[in-house]
């Protein structure tokens, strides 16, 4: 029997995807009738199905990874080579790989330190966690082990991370889910009857601060956020938002959590999205972009002095982190993020999403002035939304429906475009785009007028 993918028919592949891959968020009755999409071939920013057609890439993978762009020959045969010398082994020991690219990142966070690997943003969220949790227990007899999370933020598929997810739909189903986790209300400034307040982004903040003192300031070990809300509908924090979000956890002692997922590694124009906003987290985590999908890797950056409480005491066997991720031993990962890393500075990739971002926005916002259902136009750099509304004035959403039928219309003309998606019970209305870094003038206007084309149609 071949085992040689390269002498793989098409067809066959699609028979039997359709009878043996379980597809993420698929619902797959159709699929009994008809062939799933499948993607053979990438470059650049374009993709090949199964069938020969081309389509342009806005989301970058689908869920906002490959920031360098598909084809990339110098990081495939960066990890080729670092895997033929060494592949794999368990984080107890170092790599040169790990080792490398854990001080190149760091340079980039002035303020962090550590850099702990694992392989998904579900679990590098986890990570950071259970280090709240354990230190819960070391510091403070357990007490201080709650963590708070924002309405409508994301932060990953397993069980704990979607206990600190606030997109009721995503969880739907998949509980009980485990205790300590409370939610607090979103910054979203075009959903606020305060949002055109100079001072909303303090307002907005203060809720979190009001759900400390409804708790106790003495249970709450910690915050998680995303520094722009990604598939809750790109949501960027207003003025003074996020300083205001640092203040209150100095206040009280809590550690702040910024989730990068999705923001890490230049999708915004800086390598993350909480550098727009002059803070320095606790605790940052990150993956997608990190290896721009090339390999699996996720990281999880603290600070010194978080740390510092895992080795205060040598003599307690019980006082270091006891963790493990198993594939945090690969060496593929580092290795792919370092050259993903080489790209992205040689390139000039960070001024590339800067001026093609506005440049984005720009051609969004008149859409906007086009289109009436087209209600808010917000983001930073190459990650933009375009929150679809029924009446301007109310604001009240479209039904999903709509935001699919356009995302779908984009399809067929050979766009790819995401869409918040089975997220929230009224609010799956925002298309999302998140091209690769490497976007041009000529693919921005190719993304913008498929929509466009799709607006005229369906509104």
Known sequence: MSYDVNNYSLQQALTDDRNHVWHHLTQHK?????????????KGMRVLDAQGKEYLDAVSGGVWTVNVGYGRESIANAVRDQLVKLNYFANSAGSLPGAMFAQQLIAKMPGMSRVYYSNSGSEANEKAYKIVRQIAHKKYGGKKHKILYRDRDYHGTTITALSSTGQLQRKDQYGPFTPGFVEFPHCSAYHSPNGGDADFGIQAAQTMEATILREGADTVGAVVIEPITAGG?????????????RRICDKYDILLHIDEVVCGLGR?????????????PDIVTMAKGVASGYAAISCTVTTEAVFNDFKDDASDPMGYFRDISTFGGCTAGPAAALENMRIIEEENLLQNVQLMGAYLQQRLEALADKYKMVGDIRGKGLFQGIELVQDRASREPVDESVAAAVAADCMAQGVIIGRTNRSFER??????????????????????NAIDAALAKIA
């Not at 159709?30 to 990438?42: A, F, N, S, T, Y």
């Not at 915004?268 to 550098?275: D, M, P, R, V």
């Open 30 to 42: 159709p699929l009994e009738h008809q062939d799933p999409l499948m993607i053979v071939e990438g």
């Open 233 to 245: 509908g790109v949501i960027v924090p207003p003025q003074g938002y996020m300083q205001e979000i």
């Open 268 to 280: 915004t124009g800086k390598w993350f999205g909480y550098q727009h906003f002059d803070i320095v």
């Open 427 to 448: 609010h799956n209305n925002t298309l999302c785009l998140s091209p690769a870094l490497i976007a041009s003038q000529s693919e921005i206007d190719e993304i913008v």
